[in-house]
């Protein structure tokens, strides 16, 4: 099946949590790309380190079954300050790789 029209939404959730679950569940059916900006960074547990003795942290963002979740990593930066979600129910194969095997930058 090839689409004719991607639906793409953008949205700065300014690190609230249940801003994008909101975002992620209600737009399910209706939009094929979800833009994030700010994404939420949420504390999962603590692992063991020699060097530290409360553990080194191991945070995730929110993740939902019917996206797959994108992450371009900034070696500059420590946080994300972007993320992409592609609906999982339709084949984007091709779109996920011009959004992040391109050699240009993306501004969302």
């Known amino acids: ?3 004719e029209t991607l639906k793409i939404f953008s949205q700065n959730v300014r690190k609230n949590k249940t801003l ?3 975002i992620l569940e209600n ?3 209706t939009m094929d790309i979800i833009l994030v900006q700010e994404p939420p960074k949420s504390l999962i547990r603590r692992v063991l380190s020699h060097t530290n003795p409360l ?3 191991i945070y995730s963002i929110p993740n939902h079954p019917d ?3 994108f992450i371009r990593q ?3 930066q420590e946080n994300y300050t ?3 979600f592609l609906r999982t129910k339709d ?3 091709k779109v996920k790789l011009s959004l992040f095997t391109a050699q240009r930058h993306y501004h969302m």
Do not use: C, E, V
Request: net charge positive; proline share 8%; no cysteine.
């Open 55 to 57: 553990g080194d942290p």
């Open 91 to 93: 084949s984007l194969h």
């Open 20 to 22: 994008i679950n909101i």
């Open 67 to 69: 996206w797959t979740l």
């Open 74 to 76: 900034d070696p500059a």
């Open 27 to 29: 737009n399910k059916n």
């Open 82 to 84: 972007r993320i992409a």
């Open 1 to 3: 099946m090839i689409k």
